[in-house]
């Protein structure tokens, strides 16, 4: 969505494109704008491939735990301006 080539996430590929949905939600809705939308997958595409180049338990970790902050991100985000999120 913001020009980026494509990135293969493998296994990660249905948590990263639901945490680019909630991330795009909120950017649809007024709550990020689409320069940090775009910083947002950026980031975790760069991470990726940091994590993809040297594949090891110390980089997964780094990997796991840089996505999970990400990921509580954009819910928190998208939960700032989705009303149907927020009574849930």
Avoid at 20 to 45: M, N, P, T
Wanted: glycine share 6%.
């Amino acid at each position: 969505m913001c020009g980026a080539s494509p990135v293969d996430y493998g296994a990660d590929a249905q948590s990263v494109y639901s945490a680019f949905f909630d991330a795009y939600v909120a950017e649809r809705r007024g709550g990020l704008s689409k320069e940090r939308f775009c910083a947002f997958q950026a980031a975790i595409a760069e991470r990726h491939r940091a994590y993809q180049a040297n594949p090891g338990p110390n980089s997964q970790s780094t990997w796991a735990n840089f996505f999970l902050d990400q990921r509580a991100r954009a819910l928190s985000c998208r939960a700032a301006v989705d009303p149907p999120l927020r009574a849930g």
